[in-house]
């Protein structure tokens, strides 16, 4: 074993001592990068300039973008090493942010960045550390905002899960439900996202979502027509979950299906799987005017989201984990909107699917929504 | 010898398959409602209560239909009751005279003037009561029993839950809205208006 063949490593910038044949910086073990040249040669400025742009980009000038990232030959160890020096440059990073030149502030501010970046899957954690995140997001919004709000991080209840029925004889197509949903799950106003569609549908055409309209403006209930709403249906086997490639998406033990924004990579599989168009992705960074956003916020639910993850109706887990309706509930002065627990013999939702000839859309693809529709 | 095995081993076989190919993913039920139906067999009740968010209404207990729950109470909420503070004369007599007038703002428009008027529901002889079609004394808290008398089938689903509003709260004790809470009596039906909310970006990205 050579002196020259340490067992750490040293950046080598324009030094004349080469590297043993078993070490060369470009990671190949033969002589193929041309970086090889005889020991005690002297080299003139040129040569050297010329050997080491051969050293460093070598096979590249022929190789696609692709090719140069996946098909490098790299030995565990100089995999290690560069590891090793990327995050070297990041703990740079970090120590600049933590220096004593820096406030409290910023020093807190990047040290909450730093834990909520390496943090697990809300999934999976245990109810000290969904606590801890939780704080730390309020804690955040405090420093960047000057504001305060509250987050819960309440689990779902024991002997307790969430359904729905719609009335579709109710339903007068006012949409004061979106208006209300917008205002309480701190949607983007920007791009003007909704959770809840209301759809028109002509009479004697039945269920005919292709010819239905969910952007109507004019006075309504129009003549000749019935209002239907969509949103997310919490299915019980619902699609969405199987597809998520990170398991960001999952349903809770109260039926709702959640998301963790903070794990969600964007791919946006589960909008595609869903049969019912109930998920809506941020294109654009999500806006709120300071004025306007609810304070009184779920990690799962309306918390502020960021650009490029999925979000969706989540029942206002935010209200009814604590035991209110959700806002739409609360807001349809037809009352067309019943919420309640499935699993409680007595609830009014009970009653409905009892009582009333219910069904759910899509029934056959057996995703089990909690969300049946009836009529008077 | 070895048939007796092959048997017994398909029996084992059909009995595992027939157990096993009802099974949603690892979760016990084929359906939703086979879940609600097992899961809620054991029901003792949560820690949610709906008390904090009615907390703040009068509210009287009702029992309809063998339901029982909480209404908010109206005698308080109508502002001139009680309504013989004003009607101390039979209302005939009060027509006549030279008083002021009131209730001018009512405006019925409630089935047709052959079926209903202002006496299917008001005795001019006791204001502070409603009446029945009967004749029979109804209270303002109970108003429902007097819209029952026709309204049959909405009367019913509002005793269930299926017709009308919960207040705030989805968990228990139930509270819900009563008749008059959404509709005005004297004009019952509901306006047609413009919707809250009209999407302007869903047009330009469907251009």
Known sequence: MSSTNKKWFSLNLNSKHKQGSSSCGCGKTSGGCNSHKEPNTELSEEEFFDAAVDASIGEERHKDGFDQVFDVKMSRRSAFKKLTASLLIGAGAVNTSCSFLAGDESKEKAQIDWEEQFKGNYKLMNNDEKKATVDRLVRSYQLRTGKTISMSSTNAEDDVLFGYAFNISKCQGYMDCVNACVEENNQDRNSQMQYIRIHEMEDGKGFNFNEADDNYYHEVPAEGHFYMGTQCFHCDNPPCVDVCPVQATWREDDGLVVIDYDWCVGCRYCMAACPYDGRRFNWSKPEVPESEINKNQHYLGNRLRKKGVMEKCTFCVQRSRAGKNPACVEACPTGARIFGNLLDPNSTIRWVLENKKVFRLKEDLGTEPKFWYFMD | ?207
């Open chain 2, 1 to 207: 010898m070895n048939k007796c095995i092959i048997y017994k081993i398909s029996i084992i076989l059909c009995v595992v398959l027939c157990f096993s190919s009802c099974k949603h993913h690892d979760e016990e039920y084929h359906s939703v409602t086979d879940k609600i139906k097992a899961e809620s067999k054991d029901y003792h009740g949560t820690s949610i209560s709906s008390e904090a968010y009615i907390d703040h209404i009068n509210t009287i207990e009702v029992t309809e239909n063998d339901i029982t729950f909480l209404i908010p109470e109206r005698k308080g909420e109508i502002k001139s009751y009680s309504c013989t503070e004003c009607h101390s004369k039979p209302l005939t007599q009060m027509q006549n005279e030279d008083l002021k007038k009131a209730h001018w703002d009512i405006k019925l428009s409630h089935a047709d003037k052959m079926t209903m008027n202002c006496v299917t529901c008001h005795n001019g002889n006791d204001m502070d009561f409603l009446q029945s079609l009967t004749g029979d004394q109804i209270d303002f808290n109970a108003s429902h029993l007097l819209c029952s008398q026709c309204h049959q089938k909405q009367f019913n689903d509002w005793t269930g839950g299926a017709h009308g509003k919960r207040i705030e709260s989805w968990a228990p004790p139930r509270a819900s809205m009563t008749c008059v809470n959404c509709h005005n009596p004297h004009t019952p039906g509901f306006e047609s208006k413009w919707p809250e909310r009209y999407n302007t970006q869903k047009i330009n990205e469907r251009k």
